[in-house]
């Protein structure tokens, strides 16, 4: 199906809507969840880190294929729909095994869509005077959404609502996904003369992925037991989605200037800055989050923790890596710094957490990781990595 320029990045906008939506819908309350299913801390941190580590083989092996045929979107498309069929298995368990494998099944094939949805995006915004940042802030938009409306319905309903809510978005997001077009490629945008290891080897990419894998570390705490943690302290379940959605709706005005930023601050300026705020934010999670304002205020350096740093990272790979490795590099970024940094992030805060008697040092133990990603980029000079 032919469609406009125009109408390829509203489609865009509305793919990344439903795609953040559901992580909108899921990642915030999966604790709360498998804690109505009866599970432990730690067996949460453990399902946590099991599900993310389908994380670090799936980029690689989609990304490969979407690379190898150009077909990004075709990839894009198998992945939508086999999230839905392996999700839907979620109904048929309730014990730590089966949901586990339901959990991976669905994150295996959920890898296959954002790196090629990146890919997808970068495309087609090239040469319009529409940013990357300008499409990608409609899925800080549909996390706002559909945060803040789950977070209402754990008032009144059960902890499975979750569940029935992202079988529903990711049904949709399939559909939304059918409505794309692959941006023209030209004929000689995926022959290049050397292989994808003399990039990944060098300097600057290795500074950035160790980096950027400590920062995911540090987000076990939070994206393992965020709303656990409000729950305890007393804060209401709508409460806690406008404190999620306030974080996400930070995000929105730095992707309208996230362009300007990288342009005049340089990629690695910003990530130093990002990650050191990052660090200052856990902290105050940790002493001081019996404080609204406190909360808001670190909800409100999200924008720095993920989506400044998420929008300098794939400026970085896409300028870093030639065309024909773009799908690989966005996939080693989301296998080693989501999959592997996430997973092990996930793994120890399920193990310090103890039912939340150990909040303080959890929390304190992710800025100090924060804190470890910026010294990182310390290795690397700011030359080599502004590219």
Known sequence: ?????????????????????????????????????????????????????????????????ADKTGKSLAVLRLGCFLTVISFSSVFLFTGFWGLTLSFGLMMMFWTAVLPQLEVITMQSVAGTRIGYGQIRLWG??????????????????????????????????????????????????????????????????????????????????????????????????????????LGVLAEIGIFLIAGKLISRVGVWGLLMACMVLTAVRWYALADFAHSGWVVMLTQLIHALSFGLTHATSVHFIHHFFPQSFHSRGQAIYISIAFGMGGALGNYLAG?????????????????????????????????????
């Open 351 to 387: 193990q310090m957490w103890d039912q939340g008697t150990n909040a303080f040092n959890t929390f304190g133990f992710s800025a100090i990781t924060a804190l470890g990603a910026a010294l990182v980029l310390l290795l690397c000079s700011k030359k080599r990595m502004n590219v």
């Open 140 to 245: 800080s938009i549909g996390f706002i959404v559909l945060t803040v409306a789950l977070g209402k319905a754990l008032d009144h309903f059960t902890t499975d609502a979750p569940v029935y809510a992202s079988i529903a978005v990711l049904t949709i997001l399939f559909f939304s996904s059918l409505l794309l077009r692959q941006p023209a490629i030209k004929a000689n945008a995926t022959e290049h003369s050397g292989n994808l290891w003399q990039f990944v080897k060098q300097r600057p990419f290795i500074v950035f992925l160790v980096s950027a894998s400590l920062l995911q570390i540090s987000f076990g705490a939070y994206y393992g037991f965020f709303a656990l943690y409000m729950r305890d302290l007393g804060y209401s379940g709508q409460q806690t989605g406008l404190l999620i959605a």
């Open 1 to 65: 199906m032919n469609v406009s320029p125009r109408t390829q990045l509203i489609l865009l906008a509305i793919t990344y809507w439903f795609y953040f939506g559901q992580l909108g819908v899921l990642v915030p309350y999966l604790g709360i969840f498998l804690d109505g299913r009866g599970f432990s801390s730690a067996e949460i941190g453990e399902l946590f880190a099991v599900i993310t580590l389908a994380r670090i083989i799936g980029p690689s092996l989609w990304a490969s294929i």
